[in-house]
């Protein structure tokens, strides 16, 4: 297990490398200049135009900046006059905003996290659930709904669901009841976890297309495995049906749905950008959208640093979760016969 995890790690280093090489590179093709957007409509002098662009190292080759990028997410720094220090990485000043861009993430990422953990639990808790009742209603109605719904949601562009939920949720239901009831439709009333009621359609809306695939994945790892031998073993004991569900069926069949879950999270977790924007919700996601409209290059470049290493480390979990969900996986090693 320690082998594995090291060589995984070490796997991190090259994909880190290539991903943000590659974003470095296209910033300088594409058109806009930050300093420009920054200064608006307002004319900046030659003067003040070089200092800023110089302030931001933004009159050095691309790759002497991501060199220079490189060496300030290292949490380890060291001088002559000072020695060894550990700071912690330096993700830079916003150009926009003129505030650390780490302190930008903290503010944020909270925000992020809430809406990507409330919509893992819709995620699990409709779509396993929905799974298992179509694998185990197979061919019933129930199952035909599934079926149905499942399809219509993966069909769904996710920024339309969400329009669509704050028409309906946030403006026709205060109409209909008078102001009485309704789901606010953008934004957060406060600090991370502080209102659910704006939670709830942003939550949806993420989680949406998710859930559908998680509970067409249970339902036919479901109507797998119960085909195995083992199964029908334990059918044949005379254990009762929810016995053999939930002792037998249930561990094998969530390999497919934990690696796909797990991964889903990851992604939230890295900021789900159309449903922030769409929602006007305070995190990571918008705020890396806005950041790519002002040609923020420091917030982009600390946003895709943040999101690759929680992709990454969430995927590691997500590996070594295989050996406790099922015996006969045994990571770093090759399995026999």
């Known amino acids: 297990m320690g082998r594995y995890i090291a060589r995984r790690i070490a796997q991190f280093i090259p994909v880190f490398l290539g991903v943000t090489l590659i974003l470095f590179f296209i910033t300088t093709v594409l058109p ?4 420009a957007v920054r200064a608006g409509t307002k004319p900046l002098s030659p003067a003040v135009y070089k ?11 691309w790759y002497v900046q991501y060199v220079d990028y490189l060496g300030s997410l290292s ?10 220090r550990f700071p912690g990485p330096d993700l830079g000043v916003s150009i926009s905003y003129g505030r650390p861009v780490i302190a930008m993430f903290e503010e944020t990422f909270p925000y992020t996290a809430e809406l990507a953990f409330a919509a893992i639990a819709v995620e699990i808790v409709i779509g396993i659930g929905v799974g298992i009742v179509a694998a185990v209603k197979q061919f019933s109605i129930w199952d035909t709904f599934a079926t149905l719904s499942t399809s219509i949601l993966v069909a769904l562009p996710v920024f339309w669901l969400g329009v669509m939920l704050q028409y309906l949720f946030g403006i026709l239901l205060q109409q209909w009841t008078g102001g009485i009831f309704y789901l606010p439709i953008a934004g957060a009333s406060g600090p991370p976890f502080a209102d659910w009621q704006y939670l709830i359609l942003p939550a949806v809306t993420l989680a949406s297309v998710s859930t559908a695939y998680a509970a067409r994945i249970m339902r036919s790892q479901l109507l797998e495995v119960g085909g195995q031998d083992y199964v029908r073993t334990a059918q044949a004991k005379g254990l009762s049906p929810s016995a053999v569900l939930w002792g037998h069926e249930m561990k094998n069949a969530l390999i497919p749905v934990v690696t796909f879950i797990g991964l889903d999270l990851g992604a939230m977790l890295s900021g789900a950008i159309l449903t922030e924007t769409v929602f006007n919700w305070p995190g990571i ?17 600390g946003g895709v640093s943040l999101i690759l290493f929680i992709v990454l480390v969430v995927n590691l979990l997500v590996d070594i979760s295989y050996a406790f969900l099922d015996p006969r996986i045994r990571l770093g090693s090759k399995v026999e016969g």
């Open 285 to 301: 996601g918008n705020m890396i959208y806005q950041a790519i409209g002002r040609r923020d290059y420091p917030v982009i470049f």
């Open 75 to 84: 949490p380890v720094r060291y001088s002559p006059k000072s020695g060894l």
């Open 32 to 35: 806009g200049d930050p300093v």
């Open 51 to 61: 200092s800023l662009r110089h302030a931001y190292g933004l009159d050095k080759p």
